[in-house]
């Protein structure tokens, strides 16, 4: 079994001072910094404008790739205590790479579900094409089917965090579709990861609450969101008790 820290740089980046990392961490996830940390990086005017930018690029698709390789870093950054966690835009192609890594693992995950959905609505259009209404006995079997399915895409969406948080902390493809390791980490990490989600939907609200209340942009304001969920996700793995960071690296 190998014996390297997921945790810690990987062994081609330099290695991080302990004076580099930030303070150990309590056992309760920092909501209030989650929410500001972006503000205390020297350069968060050029990075929040850059990511605009990528934001406004994410309507034809090629944007997301750079903005969820942006993420994935930042959460890899923040699992390692970083104290100023947000990456530079200095390695385009690279995040390219691992944006299209996670976009990927994304589907993967949610596209069985979003399927399962659609295969069960046909029994019902059909129906109701052929006799002007669902027959009753064929809605009986097919709504609790969906709600079931609803159930599932819903517990994917859930359960996705854990698979994306895996993926950025090991670098491993792979890890993003150890479904039991994936498991083990929700469960253990259950309350700061829950509040960690919380801090994802809280921002997403802020930010569209500062698009109608102070005319703020709306790229900026969804690239800070962005970003606010990406540093909880990681904030969960550097409280992860399982973590292990040596003494130095």
């Known amino acids: 079994m190998s014996t390297a820290n997921p945790y810690g740089p990987p062994s081609t980046a330099p290695g991080l001072s302990p004076a580099a990392r930030g303070p150990a961490p309590g056992p309760a996830l920092d909501f209030g910094r989650a929410l500001s940390f972006f503000f205390q990086d020297p350069k968060w005017v050029s990075k929040i404008a850059i990511g605009s930018i990528f934001s406004v690029l994410s309507m034809f698709v ?42 990927g693992v994304y589907l993967a995950h949610i596209l069985p579900a979003v399927v399962a959905m659609m295969v069960l609505m046909v029994p019902v259009a059909i129906a109701g094409e052929s006799r002007g209404d ?60 829950l509040l960690a989600i919380v801090v994802f939907l809280v921002a997403n609200f802020i930010s569209q609450l500062g698009i ?38």
């Open 62 to 103: 090629v944007g997301g790739v750079f903005i969820s390789g942006y993420a994935v870093r930042l959460l890899r950054r923040s699992a390692r205590g970083e104290p100023y966690p947000l990456p530079e835009w200095d390695d385009l192609g690279g995040m390219f790479v691992e944006g299209l890594q996670v976009m």
């Open 134 to 193: 669902s027959p009753p006995a064929l809605l009986l079997v097919v709504i609790p089917m969906m709600l079931l399915a609803s159930l599932a895409f819903v517990a994917v969406l859930v359960y996705f965090p854990a698979a994306l948080t895996r993926l950025a902390v090991e670098d491993r493809l792979g890890a993003a579709f150890e479904i039991g390791n994936n498991w083990a980490y929700l469960r253990r990490n259950f309350s700061n990861y």
């Open 212 to 249: 109608l209340a102070f005319c703020i942009g709306i790229f900026p304001a969804t690239f800070w969101g962005l970003c606010a969920g990406a540093y909880a996700l990681g904030e969960v793995a550097w409280r992860d008790p399982e973590r292990n960071v040596p003494a130095s690296a």
